[in-house]
């Protein structure tokens, strides 16, 4: 078992910087593009354990918050097409599990909830460091990836082309990268 202090990770609650901290994602549009987004409104826990593998992480998002830099667009996904933001107004993520494969990366599994579904994923995570901030606060940084299937959690609405193509892909690939500082 790969001890926490392998990594120079200090066992204990970190809470996430939303200021440091970014919750994106990217899906094809159209066939010839990607469009990317995000969500403004989060907050999470990250719990590391005295054994890493034992650590754990806890998310919730705003699903009204989310921001493409388009307003009708964001407008759109907010509706019944796509997140259903006002009846859904929570997209969440509880670790289940973390898989260790070296010193700096991993697997972490859990569950993700959108439109009230829940399933399992996987990201693949990467521990960037420990430090302390100008504060005296130590912040850990983790970068994660993974994706998923947008249709899998209800998420169906879509226009054929002219051409046969999707308007919109059933993939959509999610980006996060946190700071998180421990709460003393």
């Known amino acids: 078992m790969t001890e926490s202090s392998t990594l120079n990770l200090k066992p204990g609650k970190y809470s996430i910087d939303k200021v440091h901290s970014t919750v994106s ?3 094809r549009h159209m066939v010839a593009a990607k469009v990317r987004g995000r969500f403004n409104e989060y907050e999470g826990n990250i719990t590391i354990d ?3 593998e034992n650590s754990s992480v806890e998310v919730n998002i705003d699903a009204s918050s989310v921001d493409t830099g388009n307003e009708q667009r964001d407008n759109h996904l ?3 097409d796509f997140f259903e933001a006002e009846a859904n107004k929570t997209i969440k993520f509880t670790s289940t599990k973390l ?3 070296d010193s700096n990366e991993g697997k972490l599994h859990g ?5 009230d579904k829940t399933l399992p994923v996987i990201l693949d995570v990467e521990y960037l460091g420990t430090e302390k901030n100008p504060y005296g606060k130590t912040v850990i940084g983790f970068s994660a990836t993974t994706e998923i299937n947008r249709e899998d959690f209800g998420v169906n609405w879509n226009a054929v ?3 046969g193509g999707l308007m919109v892909s059933k993939a959509v690939k999610i ?5 998180a500082q421990l709460e003393e």
Request: proline share 0%.
């Open 25 to 27: 994602f990217v899906v």
């Open 50 to 52: 005295d054994t890493l």
């Open 78 to 80: 907010k509706s019944a």
């Open 99 to 101: 898989e260790l494969s």
């Open 111 to 115: 569950e993700l909830t959108i439109r």
């Open 161 to 163: 082309l002219e051409t």
């Open 175 to 179: 980006e996060i990268d946190v700071e």
